[in-house]
């Protein structure tokens, strides 16, 4: 289980990003070719609460990822790989969630 903490600035225009390159830990970009589907409610409850169920493909962390609330721009974010059955929300999750309408795929 991991916290994610989301904050958003407004920068100028003018800024201009610093040159990264002489950190020891950075490494060059990668690509990865992701496909997340999104499920809710059919009423969107869980979006309406803050809440973000999604089965991702692709990168580093592919699987099930549930987002929670926990405070004003904090979520707990559960993870689960994904199985054979990558289609079927995890058992030990509620099954109350459907493919939200619309959704990319």
């Known amino acids: 289980m991991g916290i994610e903490i989301e904050d958003k600035f407004d920068v100028p225009p003018e800024y201009e990003i610093p040159d990264l390159g002489g950190l020891a830990d950075v490494a060059g970009p990668k690509s990865y070719?992701?496909?997340?589907?999104?499920?809710d409610t059919p009423d969107l409850r869980l979006a309406a609460r803050g809440v973000t169920?999604?089965?991702?493909?692709?990168?580093?962390?592919?699987?099930?990822?549930?987002?929670?609330?926990?405070?004003?721009?904090?979520?707990?974010?559960?993870?689960?790989?994904?199985?054979?059955?990558?289609?079927?929300?995890?058992?030990?999750?509620?099954?109350?969630?459907?493919?939200?309408?619309?959704?990319?795929?």
């Open 53 to 105: 169920l999604r089965r991702r493909r692709g990168g580093a962390d592919a699987g099930w990822h549930l987002k929670l609330p926990k405070a004003k721009g904090v979520r707990q974010e559960i993870t689960h790989p994904l199985t054979r059955s990558t289609k079927i929300v995890p058992r030990s999750w509620p099954n109350w969630c459907a493919p939200t309408p619309g959704a990319p795929s």
């Open 33 to 39: 070719q992701l496909v997340a589907l999104y499920f």
